[in-house]
């Protein structure tokens, strides 16, 4: 019997890539527009779960709400990834 802290467990996320990569898009559109540094807001957001750290400017807090803190993780890094081929 294998023991439970052994095995591997798999993530699926099943969220449009296009959607996070647009709600992204406008985020950071509408926290530099706003005078804020979008990487460290975003970074803020994403490690404290703050909704805070995002602006309420042309809506980005309740765009950047719609999606996981972990599927946003998930874009970032596939798109980092994809960059260093």
């Not at 296009?18 to 898009?25: F, Q």
């Not at 460290?40 to 309420?56: A, E, F, H, K, R």
Request: glycine share 4%.
């Amino acid at each position: 019997m294998v023991d439970k802290n052994e095995q591997t467990l798999r993530y699926h996320v099943t969220t449009d890539r296009k959607t996070v990569r647009e709600i992204l898009t406008a985020v950071y559109e509408a926290l530099s527009e706003k005078g804020y540094n979008p990487i460290n807001q975003i970074v803020g957001y994403i490690l404290s779960g703050d909704p805070t750290y995002i602006t309420s400017h042309k809506n980005a807090r309740n765009l950047i709400r719609k999606i996981e803190r972990d599927e946003l993780v998930e874009e970032l890094l596939r798109e980092y990834l994809s960059s260093q081929k």
